[in-house]
């Protein structure tokens, strides 16, 4: 096929690529070792590279050849002690962990640098040409978080907007809000961003002990919506995983008969709402997007009734059999969330606030706290992104990957969140990865633009192959095969031509 001429820039992808090493192995797929991938495209043609992300995590595993340090899946034991003291202080000094710097789910852009992200409070630096590894940057030096998200949130100027859980700090545990900024001040041209991080606010944990477990946060003009959900962490249970033998994975539980509570924090007062939102249990990772209109916020996710998404890819699970057994007891859905911020004090106590042309329903109870119930828009989409322009504004088109009852993707899909039309690319045995909107240059329309997805086959004799799709017509525009072994990954980005710092500079 051909390739529009303005398609130039990077398409850098992340996710896990080595579950073996040595005689060991991970027990589940979001643990193994982090494998970066580039497509770069220069003047219609495309080239590809992959490369292991150098992490002290790959490191020491590949110089020891097993695994030596401890994923969420996967408790790692170094070193059987000698002693009785040694042995005693080895899992003592595991109450608080020192997490991983296998940073395998998604790219970050902070300042011109580029960061591969896990979920811990370590992420890399990384060329995004060579996709070498650079330094590691702890943002626990920075910001009191033990975790923090792989989906930050970029405002106009730039700045990168995260969270981060804070465990146990000062007897408290919180989720914080926190803000990196995209430059520093010209005296200061040594110095990184993450010296000028700031706290931006921080929201108290229902519990000391138990604090939820995010994957994305929403971000509106004014608002940013965090959503604690009941599927938690037990601190307790993790700071005994060592000893017991389990893993961190195993001290995560959702609890079906509890509440799933919203956070909406003004990006200008830097205080919470103080209303209190809530829905019925659920979990979810992804926020698609959110906006205001009318008083209202209204926001997107993609939500199930349970957690059985997570034991899906335990390695054990993904035999052969896979596509046949693997059946997920919840199906991923849409759900649309209209929350009415400026409510009438007064409202009747049982009378549903939404004032929008809206099936969701926000109805006031006895106590003043508001229960909030989704529209479902559709089922069975995930990894969604959209048109980054329209982040926290009224917008139109999701590109995602289909999923039905098995959690791999066999179709890239459109939708539409106004008409609920979708259009959808599959071809037999292939597996889409999470697509990518890149918007053309005198873009007029939201998908004004090309989707690309790298398609792994079925048959490993099969090359995969990256996609190239007309965003607004869904059709195929070129593929550039590749004739390598190419890993499913998880999230990427693409980068322009023009955020490239060159290889001199």
């Known amino acids: 096929g051909q390739l529009p001429t303005w398609l130039q820039g990077v398409l850098l992808r992340n996710g896990p690529g080595m579950h073996t090493i040595g005689d060991s192995k991970y027990n589940h797929w979001f643990d ?40 969420f899946g996967t408790m790692a034991y170094p070193d059987p002690c000698k002693n009785i003291f040694a042995k005693a202080f080895s899992y003592l000094s595991h109450t608080i962990p020192e997490f991983t710097d296998n940073c395998l789910i998604n790219i970050m852009k902070a300042g011109d640098d580029f960061y591969a992200t896990g979920e811990t409070n370590f992420i890399r630096k990384i060329n995004p040409q060579t996709l070498e590894t650079l330094e590691k940057v702890d943002y626990n030096k920075y910001v009191a978080v033990n975790l923090a998200t792989s989906h930050p949130h970029y405002d106009s100027a730039g700045n990168v907007l995260n969270m981060g859980t804070s465990i146990v700090d000062k007897g408290k545990t919180k989720y914080l809000l926190f803000k990196i900024p995209s430059s520093v001040p010209e005296h200061e041209k040594k110095k990184s961003c993450f010296k000028h991080l700031e706290v931006v606010c921080s929201v108290p944990s229902r519990s000391l002990l138990h604090p939820s477990y995010y994957h994305s946060f929403g971000i509106t003009e004014n608002y940013i919506i965090f959503i604690e959900q009941p599927f938690r962490l037990d601190i307790l249970k993790m700071a005994t995983a060592y000893i017991r033998g389990v893993s961190w994975a195993s001290c995560l539980a959702f609890n079906k008969d509890d509440k799933t509570w919203f956070h909406f924090i003004d990006r200008r007062t830097k205080k919470e709402v103080s209303t209190k939102f809530y829905t019925d249990a659920m979990v979810f990772f992804h926020h698609i997007n959110a906006y205001e209109e009318d008083g209202h916020i209204i926001f997107d996710i993609i939500a ?55 099936t969701a329903t926000a109805v006031k109870e006895k106590d003043g706290s508001i229960y909030c119930q989704p529209e479902i828009l559709c089922e069975g989409i995930e990894l969604p992104r959209i048109n980054y322009d329209y982040n926290g504004k009224k917008y139109k088109h999701v590109f995602a990957t289909r999923v039905q009852w098995s959690p791999v993707p066999t179709k890239i899909a459109k939708f539409n969140t106004q008409t609920r039309e979708m259009l959808q690319w599959a071809q037999d045995d292939c597996w889409p990865s999470e697509p990518v909107f890149v918007p053309s240059p005198d ?63």
């Open 32 to 71: 193994g070792l982090a494998l970066l991938h580039s497509f770069t495209f220069k003047n219609g043609e495309v080239y590809y590279r992959s490369k292991y992300l150098r992490s002290d995590t790959y490191n020491c595993n590949i110089e020891a050849n097993k695994i030596m340090v401890s994923e």
């Open 304 to 358: 199930y009734t349970d957690n059985s998404l997570y034991d899906m890819f335990y390695l054990k699970n993904l035999t052969k059999e896979f596509e046949e057994n693997a059946k997920l007891t919840s199906i991923p859905t849409c759900r649309r969330f209209v929350v009415p911020l400026q409510c009438d004090k007064d409202a009747v106590v049982d009378s549903n606030l939404v004032t929008l042309p809206s």
């Open 443 to 505: 873009a007029k329309e939201e998908d004004d633009g090309v989707v690309l997805t790298c398609v792994v086959k079925t048959d490993p004799k099969d090359p995969p192959f990256l996609l190239v799709l007309d965003a607004k017509t869904f059709t195929e525009l070129g593929r550039a095969m590749v004739n390598v072994e190419m890993h499913m990954d998880l999230h990427g980005v693409f980068i322009p031509q023009q955020d490239m710092k060159t290889e001199t500079e």
